[in-house]
């Protein structure tokens, strides 16, 4: 007989998951959101106090961490990994999140598995004061194997038109403050399963500690006035990101001795992959930076994070 099911698509097996994720889900809505739970799609109202509000998208994936969740069934973490790789976004435009959907694509659905993902969503959504308006979840059976997972969203902010944050705000002499972070988040992943191979899953309850959301801690920064700019510190580490935020005939020096780098770093750097290259990769324990005022440093500071460079004459960013 030939049917959906016996093609490997578990309608009934959908159904069943829409119905055990409700309640998690419809955990993060306020009344701000208009619609409801499993139509097609659902709206969130812009909060009061914006006089000429802009609207901003962005979206991005957890990658190949999610390899490593594979073989070890941990997945408590991945929706964090997720909701900060996007709501961080929005936060480095000075965007307040307000929304996200998310998109998880199976090879065979697994209901504790599904179920414990978009809990974890659902919990950093939460945490970071956005709502899950909804997602689809996927099965692609003869696409992915039996147990692949690949997760990825879609997220939503505002900011005041004339407010956002950016290259043409910044000066030479404002300082860099960076927010720690005690572990890879979700980057560079490519390259710690090429690298630790067989020791891969010795290592994998350190590896797969969930990212840190920096958003809250950003917008409370950015809500003193203090900061001109930010870059969201993913693949491609400070050399790669923090230039995003710059503008054209200005770098940056970072003196990178002002911080600790986290255990995890050292563990690559004992398999032989150079420094260099860590810092190109990596974010070596510093998740996020924010271009600030050299007179009000000590505002953002003691929200959270430390000077760790200054913004120069130049291009590009100087490693010290």
């Known amino acids: 007989m030939t049917s959906y099911q016996s093609a490997g698509v578990d309608l009934e097996g959908a159904e069943a998951h829409v119905r055990r994720i409700a309640a998690a889900v419809t955990s993060t809505w306020g009344p701000g959101v208009v619609g409801a739970f499993g139509g097609f799609a659902a709206g969130i109202r812009i909060p009061a106090g ?5 609207l901003m998208m962005t979206t991005d994936g957890v990658g190949t961490k999610l390899e490593l969740a594979r073989r070890t069934g941990i997945w408590e ?6 909701v900060a790789m996007c709501l961080d976004d929005l936060a480095a435009a000075g965007a ?6 998310d998109y998880m694509a199976v090879g065979r659905l697994d209901a504790g598995r599904d179920r414990v993902i978009v809990e974890s969503i659902a919990a950093a ?3 970071a004061g956005c709502a899950l308006l909804g997602g689809e979840t996927a099965e692609h059976p003869g696409v992915m194997e039996p147990d692949a997972v690949d997760l990825a969203a879609a997220a939503l902010g505002v900011v005041e038109e004339g407010e956002e944050l950016g290259p043409h705000r910044v000066r030479a002499g404002d300082l ?18 090429s690298v630790l191979g067989d020791a891969l899953d010795e290592h994998a309850a350190t590896l797969l500690e969930p990212s840190v959301i920096y ?10 006035g203090a900061v001109h700019a930010a870059a969201h510190i993913t693949g491609g580490g400070i050399p790669g990101n923090l230039p995003r935020a710059l503008p054209d005939g200005l770098g940056a020096v970072i003196d990178t001795a002002t911080w600790e780098r986290p255990a995890v770093f050292d563990l690559m750097a004992g398999r032989g992959v150079p420094e260099d290259e860590m810092y190109r990769v990596f974010n070596m324990g510093i998740g996020f930076c924010l271009v600030v005022d050299p007179s009000r440093a000590e505002e953002v ?4 994070g430390s000077v ?8 590009g960013v100087e490693l010290r």
């Open 308 to 315: 760790i460079g200054e913004i120069v004459p130049g291009s």
């Open 301 to 304: 500071t003691a929200i959270g």
């Open 215 to 224: 958003a809250p801690r950003v917008m409370e920064a950015v809500a003193t």
């Open 50 to 54: 914006y006089r000429n509000p802009v």
């Open 125 to 127: 959504c939460s945490e």
């Open 77 to 82: 973490g991945v929706g964090r990994d997720l």
């Open 96 to 101: 307040r999140p307000l929304a996200l959907v």
């Open 176 to 193: 860099v403050v960076g927010l720690h972070s005690p572990n890879l988040r979700s980057n560079g992943f490519s390259l710690v399963r």
